[in-house]
């Protein structure tokens, strides 16, 4: 069975920190573009950053630039979400999501991703 586990959610306050991590069954994430997501209550899945399978390389949106680091971990097949200084306003469901779309190449479409997470709460609050 292939599928995607996200932990590490949970309530906070305003600059604190979490870990959120990824976690992949049934296949191996090394291929794969991992993307992580969030859906906040009314609003649109958005993009929050994504790390490419080929180079490493990393995208962020501009709104957690500076404070979210995205990592990947071939040998434990996981990757990983730092987030600092979180504010209020990241509070949403976060998804992590697998694409070999684009020859493992970061794409900010979800239309793009093969396999999702079933998400993990993060709260913001004081």
């Known amino acids: 069975q292939l599928q995607l586990v996200e932990s590490g959610g949970g309530l906070v306050q305003p600059g604190g920190s979490l870990r959120l991590s990824c976690a992949a069954s049934?296949?191996?994430?090394?291929?794969?573009?991992i993307g992580w997501f969030r859906q906040a209550p009314g609003k649109e899945r958005e993009v929050v950053s994504c790390v490419n399978a080929r180079d490493g390389s990393t995208y962020y949106v501009d709104a957690v630039k500076g404070r979210f680091t995205i990592s990947r971990d071939n040998a434990k097949n996981t990757v990983s979400l730092q987030m600092n200084s979180l504010k209020p306003e990241d509070t949403a469901v976060y998804y992590c999501?697998?694409?070999?779309?684009?020859?493992?190449?970061?794409?900010?479409?979800?239309?793009?991703?093969?396999?999702w997470g079933q998400g993990t709460q993060v709260t913001v609050s004081s």
């Open positions: 049934g296949f191996t994430l090394e291929s794969y573009a």
């Open positions: 999501a697998a694409s070999r779309k684009w020859s493992g190449y970061c794409s900010l479409s979800g239309e793009d991703y093969d396999y």
